[in-house]
């Protein structure tokens, strides 16, 4: 059974940080591009950041307005992908989604979702 277990989420002040953390399980963590996204309330779910399995580039993206504020890593030994906010704001708020899809087929999975609320 494939899970994909996030945590780390809370609620921070504006400028505040936070880390999220995905644990992968039941699948070939090498086999898979983890991404994370985010839905916020009234709004479609958008990619945050997104990294490549060992076996590419290793390549890594970030959404525009992240960019320099989040870190996304992977631990491939652990099958964990991690997400560093830093000076986080209030339009972060959001449910955060950790998302993997396999390279060879395309076949993608979710976790359940953790909340990211920053106010202050």
């Known amino acids: 059974q494939v899970q994909l277990v996030e945590s780390g989420g809370g609620s921070v002040q504006p400028g505040g940080s936070l880390r999220l953390s995905c644990a992968a399980s039941?699948?070939?963590?090498?086999?898979?591009?983890m991404a994370w996204y985010r839905q916020g309330s009234g709004n479609a779910r958008e990619l945050v950041a997104s990294i490549t399995n060992v076996t590419t580039s290793g390549g890594i993206k970030y959404a525009d307005d992240v960019k320099g504020r989040f870190t996304i890593s992977r631990d491939n030994a652990k099958g964990m992908v991690t997400l560093q906010m830093s000076s986080l704001k209030l339009d972060d708020t959001a449910v955060y989604y950790c998302?993997?899809?396999?390279?060879?087929?395309?076949?993608?999975?979710w976790g359940q979702g953790t909340q990211v609320t920053v106010s202050s």
């Open positions: 039941g699948i070939i963590f090498n086999f898979y591009n």
């Open positions: 998302n993997a899809e396999n390279v060879f087929n395309g076949l993608e999975f």
